[in-house]
C-alpha cells in the first residue's frame, strides 16, 4: 500500500476557490462514458472516423450501453458527492455534435463535474471552438488547468492528440508537462490536496504499446519529483490500483461507466474519494478513502464495493 510522500509546503491559494475549509471534500471519478453518438454525416467521416463507425456499429455500440451509465449517474446522485471527475472519452467519433450532447450531459450531472479529453474526443484535429472548448465550462481552455475544492487542488491533463488509424496513443506535450510541473510545485506550497486527472495511464503494463501515453517517463518524472497525493485515469477500461513507477503515489483506474462485460473489474463501476484533513503540527496531511461501486442496477442503491485507504501528505 502506498506511503506518504515528502514535499515542503507553505500556502498561497490558487484560483477557483470556493470557500470550503477543512472539512472533508468527497468525489465522485467516472471515465470513458462513450456517450450514444448523434448520426454522423458521412462528409466529416472520410478519415479516421470511418474505422471507428465500422468498428461502433459491429461491435463497440452492444458492449457500451447507455442503461449502466445512467445507473452509474443515479447512483452517484444517492451519495454525498461535492463533485464528478470525468477523466476522457466521453464522445466516440470526437464530432462536434457529440461534444454538443456530452456538454448536456455534463450540465445535468448531480454535482459539479470537471472533465478532460481522451484519445476519442480527439480524434482527428479540428477547430476547437467545435471540440473541447464547448466543456470550457467544466475545464479551461489551456491545458492542464487547476480547480481548487476546499483544501483539494484537481488538477486535469490533456493527453488526447489525433492518432494514426489503429492507433489510440496520448501525448501530454512539453509546454503541458513544463505547466504541469509549475502547477504540482505551486499547489504543494499552497498546502493542498493535489489529485490529478489524466486519461492515458503513466505506467507500462495497464494499455498495449498502441494505446500507451508516449511521453510517459517526462510524465512520470514531473510526479515523482514535484509529488502528488492521487493520480486517477481511464482509458484502459478496468478498475486497476497501482502506483506511479518509482513512487509511493496511488494511480487508480476505473472501469468506463457504460462498459458491459462478464469481467469484474471490467464491469462499468465508479469511484468514490473521500479525503479529510488531518491535523499535524508539522505538515499537511490527508486521509484518501477509496470506495469502488458497481451499482446493483435493480435499484437506486450501490450493490458491491471495495474499500481502500491512504494518508497522504507533504513533510
Not at 466543456?135 to 492542464?144: A, F, I, L
Not at 492518432?163 to 502547477?183: E, I, K, S, Y
Not at 468506463?256 to 471490467?266: C, M, T
Amino acid at each position: 500500500m502506498p506511503h506518504p510522500d515528502t514535499s515542503t509546503t507553505s500556502r498561497t491559494a490558487p484560483p477557483h476557490a470556493p470557500n470550503v475549509k477543512q472539512r472533508s471534500v468527497t468525489l465522485a471519478h467516472i471515465s470513458d462514458p462513450h456517450l450514444p453518438p448523434p448520426p454522423v454525416p458521412w462528409h466529416i467521416a472520410l478519415n479516421k472516423r470511418a474505422l471507428s463507425l465500422l468498428s461502433w456499429y459491429k461491435h463497440r455500440q452492444h458492449v457500451h450501453q447507455a442503461p449502466l451509465c445512467d445507473a452509474i449517474v443515479q447512483d452517484i446522485a444517492h451519495h454525498a458527492i461535492d463533485a464528478i471527475l470525468v477523466s476522457g472519452d466521453l464522445t466516440n467519433f470526437g464530432t462536434p455534435a457529440e461534444f454538443s450532447h456530452a456538454s448536456e450531459w455534463l450540465e445535468n450531472l448531480p454535482a459539479p463535474a470537471f472533465v478532460i479529453p481522451g484519445n476519442h474526443d480527439a480524434m482527428i484535429a479540428q477547430p476547437a471552438a467545435v471540440g473541447r472548448d464547448q466543456w470550457k465550462h467544466w475545464s479551461s481552455e489551456q491545458y492542464p488547468y487547476v480547480r481548487q475544492y476546499g483544501d483539494v487542488a484537481i488538477i486535469g491533463v490533456d493527453s488526447g492528440v489525433p492518432t494514426p488509424p489503429f492507433m489510440a496513443c496520448g501525448r501530454v506535450g512539453t509546454l503541458q508537462r513544463q505547466r504541469l510541473a509549475a502547477l504540482l510545485k505551486r499547489t504543494r506550497d499552497a498546502g493542498l490536496c493535489r489529485v490529478v486527472m489524466i486519461h492515458h495511464p503513466p505506467r507500462k503494463g495497464l494499455v498495449p504499446w498502441r494505446k500507451a501515453l508516449h511521453d510517459m517517463k517526462p510524465v512520470i518524472d514531473i510526479l515523482r519529483q514535484e509529488g502528488a497525493e492521487i493520480v486517477l485515469h481511464g482509458h484502459s477500461h478496468n478498475a486497476t490500483l497501482t502506483c506511479i513507477p518509482g513512487s509511493t503515489i496511488p494511480l487508480l483506474g476505473v472501469a468506463s461507466a457504460s462498459l458491459h462485460d462478464p469481467r469484474p473489474h471490467r464491469q462499468a463501476c465508479w469511484n468514490q474519494l473521500t479525503i479529510t484533513p488531518k491535523t499535524h503540527p508539522t505538515h499537511k496531511s490527508w486521509t484518501i478513502a477509496l470506495q469502488r461501486h458497481w451499482p446493483s442496477f435493480k435499484g437506486p442503491h450501490t450493490g458491491v464495493t471495495e474499500h481502500a485507504s491512504w494518508e497522504r501528505g507533504h513533510a
